[in-house]
């Protein structure tokens, strides 16, 4: 009978769905394993939704179609659902329970993926697939979390972002939207660890240029490749900051290119690079500058500042050595880190999330919201 109930109640997200997507015989598999009661707890398969979820290529500039399913099942669950528009038809989603229209606390994340798109799949422990892990399976124990959270009057916002994993458009955009909540609670995979950093994002493109000369006279020649070869070696001897409790800044020399043909004195090379910061750029920036002098050109194309994050007693912590939306979600409170999954399989072929993290999850958001609220 509870279960039944499970399958009727109007927040069901995947009741419908499940049966729809595989066929009865699959979902009365699903309904076996539910067994809590749904007057308690809510009535929501966070695998079958993730599933649902990853299911929906929405590779960064193709988020409309998941965006829309969100919000029309956000919609039909009892929120305010808001579509905001952001560029063409992609457009970030924001919910809110009509109870409380200006939540303290808000869950988010991002709707888009990198490519290709791996449809799902799953075993006994793990879901696999595009998304599974950064950030489906985020978004589902979100839902879960909050509609726990409801049925104990705990009433947080949505906000499901797109283009995180390009130019986090969806976030600035955002940003100037804020609703004036206190807290926001961001979900990348951290393995349910708190965060207590982010890493931020110095790119730079150094430059070299040569003279063109036949490789069998190079002194009538310069060559640019052996500039930008000086240039990158004196960068990687370089020392970088180290900050306590976060650790170094890094620097990954990621792509390499020039010179014409083996026999041609190169008048052109470049190499792009990328720091993980720990700090504030500037001293970095102007290190870099001096260290590479006259050999090349730099220029810094891309910044992403580090962040300090919000933690709470007696959760496990990590640092978050990637960058994430929230440098550009200042606007909406003080920032927390946290989400199911590793980022180590992110951007994976094998991208896959823990079915126990999952549930872990839908409890730690449930947790986090309540400290946060009492604050
Ligand atoms: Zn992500």
Redesign the pocket.
């Known amino acids: 009978m509870v279960r039944r109930a499970c399958v009727a109640h109007p927040t069901a997200f995947l009741g419908r769905r499940s049966l729809r997507r595989f066929g009865p015989s699959r979902a009365r598999d699903a309904l076996a394993t539910l067994t809590y009661d749904c007057d308690m707890l809510i009535p929501m398969d966070v695998v079958a939704l993730t599933r649902q979820l990853v299911d929906i290529e929405s590779i960064t500039g193709n988020e409309a179609h998941v965006g829309d399913v969100l919000h029309g099942e956000l919609c039909r669950s009892g929120y305010e659902s808001n579509k905001i528009s952001i560029e063409g038809n992609r457009c970030n989603v924001y919910a809110t329970s009509p109870e409380q229209p200006t939540p303290a606390v808000v869950f988010s994340?991002?709707m888009d993926t990198v490519p290709p798109f791996i449809p799902s799949s799953e075993d006994a422990t793990r879901v696999y697939g595009r998304g599974s892990c950064?950030?489906k399976g985020i978004i589902a124990t979100q839902i879960a979390a909050a509609e726990r959270l409801r049925k104990e009057n705990i009433h947080v916002g949505l906000l499901f972002l797109v283009g995180?994993?390009r130019d986090s458009l969806g976030a600035k955009l955002a940003n100037e939207n804020s609703r004036g909540c206190k807290f926001l609670v961001n979900g990348?995979?951290t393995e349910n660890r708190i965060a207590t950093a982010s890493k931020g994002t110095l790119r730079v493109n150094v430059t070299a240029a040569g003279r063109m000369a036949h490789s069998a006279y190079p002194e009538l020649g310069e060559s640019a490749i052996d500039k930008l070869l000086e240039a990158l070696n004196r960068l990687r001897a370089m020392k970088l900051p180290f900050a306590e409790g976060i650790g170094p800044a890094t620097l990954n020399v990621g792509v390499i290119e020039g010179g014409r043909a083996p026999n041609v004195i190169p008048d052109y090379a470049r190499a792009q690079l990328l720091y993980r910061l720990v700090g504030p750029a500037d001293d970095l920036r102007n290190q870099i500058q001096q260290t590479v002098g006259d050999l090349a050109k730099v220029e810094f194309v891309l910044e992403i500042p580090f962040v300090r994050l919000r933690t709470l007693d007696g959760l496990p912590t990590m640092v978050a050595a990637?960058t994430?939306d929230i440098p550009w979600l200042g606007n909406w409170g003080q920032p927390l880190l946290v989400g199911p999954g590793s980022i180590h399989v992110?951007h994976t072929d094998g991208e896959y999330v823990e079915k126990k993290q999952l549930a872990d999850a839908v409890d730690l958001y449930c947790a986090i919201a309540k400290k946060l609220v009492q604050h």
Do not use: G, N
């Open positions: 994340t991002h950064d950030a995180e994993e990348e995979p990637f994430t992110a």
